[in-house]
């Protein structure tokens, strides 16, 4: 099945689906640390004057590549994280009101499945591999998958994962996630098949 890769919809004119971490949910590492269960729920801001989008069953918010659901949408896709959970978040308006029990999606683990040899990517043309001991990776262009990475995770857990070695780190869902998300008209996210995708496409009109 395909993996189609998973952006903000920017075209989507309803209401604004960014969201900013406050310095609370910036400190705990939230985008690639695994979080603890007790402590307090991440928090953010969004770009909205109030948040009532977010009192729809199906909704969600984006930070960067990482999203915010309802508990709705967390009930359909928790069975299906790779190297992930969904931990408790707060959105906040500019206004200070807030909707609570949401979730966002707490990624610890990525999953290293790019087929570098059928895959475009951006380089170094002078060959450098590493700057003051950081190394640098791959900077997408489009995407093809190791079939035998994927052979060796059960289906059923890897419906979502974040792609590993490349310096964005892009999410992408099964086909499986692709169609409940129609099914349940989630607005505020546009997906493309990683075979077709080319950078910059997500900033694209339809």
Known sequence: MMNPIIFPDYELEDYDIDLTPTQYTADTDWDFKKQTFGIK????VSDNDN????QQDYALAFNGNKFVVTKKI?????DGLYGSQFFPAVIQDENNNSVEGLWALNTFQRLD???FKR????MPGDGTTEIDGFAIRPHMSNYRFREDVFDAIPESERLIFQVGNTTTGEIFFHQKVVDLFKKHDVKGIRFFKASEYHV???FSRF
Not at 51 to 54: S, T
């Open 119 to 122: 895959s475009q990517y951006f």
């Open 200 to 202: 910059g496409d997500q």
């Open 51 to 54: 948040v009532e989008f977010l």
């Open 41 to 44: 729920p991440l928090t953010f």
């Open 74 to 78: 967390k009930e359909l896709l928790e």
């Open 113 to 115: 499945c790019v087929d």
